[in-house]
Nanobody
């Protein structure tokens, strides 16, 4: 299993970024896959997760209406469109998958086994 994130960068508050996570080594749409983030000095947290086989999604409350998770199964890629970015969204963003057909429907860090290397997103005020 390999997950490679891209698309991070520096934007002003209110701006947008789109993250991509290219997955390989497993059947993409059978399992939950999601985006997590870790800000300096804080614990890693789930941002948004999905299972493309049934379209199930989960969003952290603070990003609802601003972030959208989607996937392109033909490309084995999951995306996170982030709009109206705020300084508090600044973090290293990670892609992860549980490679387990049973999914709780949430974005619990402990439920996800395989992780990408992360990509830094900075939203300046």
């Amino acid at each position: 299993v390999q997950l490679v994130e891209s698309g991070g960068g520096l934007v002003q508050a209110g701006g947008s970024l789109r993250l991509s996570c290219a997955a390989s080594g497993f059947t993409f749409d059978d399992y939950a896959i999601g985006w997590f983030r870790q800000a300096p000095g804080k614990e890693r947290e789930g941002v948004s997760c999905m299972r493309s086989s049934d379209g199930s999604t989960y969003y952290k409350h603070s990003v609802k209406g601003r972030f959208t998770i989607s996937s392109d199964n033909a490309k084995n890629t999951v995306y996170l469109q982030m709009n109206s970015l705020k300084p508090e969204d600044t973090a290293v963003y990670y892609c992860a998958t549980n490679v387990d057909s049973n999914w709780s429907g949430s974005c619990m860090v402990t439920d996800f086994v395989f992780w990408g290397q992360g990509t830094q997103d900075t939203s300046s005020s």
